[in-house]
C-alpha cells in the first residue's frame, strides 16, 4: 500500500491516534470464529491480498512516522529497551539486511538501498534518514545495527539464539510489548519466555510451537497472531511503566468503553537468519478501539461474544478483570444475534 502517514499522532497524553476507514478494513482480527482458545495457529509468512497487513513481509502503514517517533521518546527515556549480548553482533546484521532489502523491495516510494560490495547507502524518506554505511562495520553506523534498524520498523523486534536444541532471547529493541520485559526475560528460553501464559502449557502449545521454530528454514519465514486489550491507544504498556498505565484500567465505565478500550493484535514474523543461523521474532502492535471495530457490523458480533464467553483464566492473564464487563455491555448493543461467517473477513 502507498501510506499516507499521519505524523502527528499521539500514543500517550492526548492520545489523538485513530484509525482511518482503510487502516480499520485491514486490521488483522485474530477471531475466525465467536470463541476464542489458544492455538499454535501457525502459517507460511507468504504475501498475502493486496492493500492487507500481509502484503508484504514487513507492514508500512499510515502510522509509520508517529510510531517511529514514539519508539524515539521511549528509548531516550529508557535505553535498556535496546539490548543486545555481544556474541549476537552477526544476527544484528542479519536484520538490518533482512529490513533493509524488505522496505527497499516493497515500499521504494518510501525506502532506497543501493549497494556496491559492502558499502550501502540507505534512505529513508518518511523518516528524513540518509546513511552510507559499509555493512559489518559497526564504526559506520550512528548505533548498533538492530537498535538503528529497529528505530525505523513498526514494531518490536526479538532476536533468539539457537543452540543445545533451544531458542534463546539475547537481543531486542522492545518499545510496544504488552506487559512483559526485554530487561528481564533477556537470556530466557523461549519456553521460559512464556511461562507465565495459562491453560496453553498443558495444552502443549509453546513445545509444539518450539520444535516446529527450531526447524524453521531460511526463505520460509512464518506468523501468527496474539492478542489483548488495552484502556487507550498507549503502545508502551511495559510493567516498567505500569504506574502510567495500569491506573487506567478503572476509568473505563459501560458508557465510555467504546473509545477507551481498545483490541490490541500482535502480527508475529518469524524469519530465519542466514549467517548467524539465529531467529527474528518481529511482533508489530496493531490498535483498533471498539467504537472503530463496531463499524464492520461481523466484527462487533463477534467481539461481543468473543468477551462475553472468554475463558476466566484468560480474562485474568490478559488484564481485562476490571473492564471485561464494561465493554461486553457496550459491545451488546452491537450484537443482534445474527450468525456471522466463518473467518474474518467483513460481510
Not at 108 to 117: M, V
Not at 141 to 149: K, S, T
Not at 266 to 295: D, K
Amino acid at each position: 500500500m502507498s501510506a499516507v502517514f499521519k505524523p502527528d499522532e499521539t500514543f500517550r497524553d492526548d492520545f489523538t491516534f485513530h484509525n482511518s476507514p482503510r487502516a480499520i478494513r485491514r486490521f488483522p482480527l485474530p477471531f475466525p470464529e465467536d470463541k476464542y482458545m489458544y492455538s499454535v495457529n501457525i502459517e507460511a509468512h507468504t504475501a498475502g491480498l493486496a492493500g492487507s497487513h500481509v502484503e508484504f513481509a514487513f507492514d508500512v502503514d499510515e502510522h509509520y512516522v508517529a510510531e517511529c517517533r514514539e519508539r524515539a521518546l521511549v528509548l531516550a527515556a529508557e535505553p535498556n529497551r535496546f539490548q543486545a549480548l555481544p556474541h549476537m553482533l552477526s544476527a544484528q546484521w542479519d536484520c538490518l539486511e533482512l529490513i533493509m532489502e524488505s522496505f527497499a523491495r516493497d515500499y521504494p516510494a518510501h525506502f532506497t538501498l543501493d549497494k556496491a560490495g559492502n558499502r550501502w547507502h540507505w534512505v529513508n524518506r518518511p523518516l528524513g534518514i540518509e546513511q552510507e554505511f559499509i555493512f559489518g562495520d559497526v564504526n559506520t553506523l550512528p548505533r548498533p545495527p538492530l537498535d538503528y534498524i529497529g528505530r525505523q520498523t513498526q514494531g518490536d523486534l526479538v532476536v533468539m539464539d539457537q543452540r543445545d536444541e533451544d531458542l534463546w532471547i539475547e537481543a531486542g529493541v522492545v518499545t510496544t510489548q504488552a506487559d512483559w520485559s526485554l530487561d528481564f526475560d533477556l537470556g530466557m528460553t523461549f519456553t521460559e519466555w512464556h511461562g507465565p501464559v495459562p491453560l496453553a502449557h498443558e495444552m502443549n502449545v509453546f513445545d509444539r510451537a518450539r520444535k516446529f521454530l527450531l526447524n524453521l528454514r531460511l526463505g520460509q519465514p512464518v506468523r501468527r497472531l496474539n492478542w489483548t486489550m488495552t484502556v487507550n491507544p498507549r503502545l508502551d504498556t511495559s510493567p516498567e511503566n505500569y504506574p502510567f498505565w495500569g491506573p487506567d484500567r478503572g476509568t473505563v465505565t459501560a458508557q465510555n468503553a467504546g473509545d477507551l478500550v481498545h483490541l490490541r493484535v500482535e502480527l508475529q514474523g518469524l524469519w530465519r537468519l542466514p549467517r548467524s543461523n539465529g531467529m527474528l521474532f518481529g511482533v508489530r502492535c496493531y490498535l483498533i478501539s471498539l467504537r472503530e471495530l463496531a463499524t464492520v457490523p461481523k466484527w462487533g458480533r463477534r467481539m461481543h461474544r468473543v468477551l462475553r464467553d472468554l475463558h476466566p483464566a484468560l480474562v485474568e492473564y490478559k488484564g481485562l478483570t476490571r473492564y471485561r464487563d464494561a465493554a461486553v455491555a457496550w459491545l451488546a448493543s452491537y450484537d443482534d444475534g445474527a450468525p456471522t461467517s466463518p473467518g474474518t473477513a467483513p460481510e
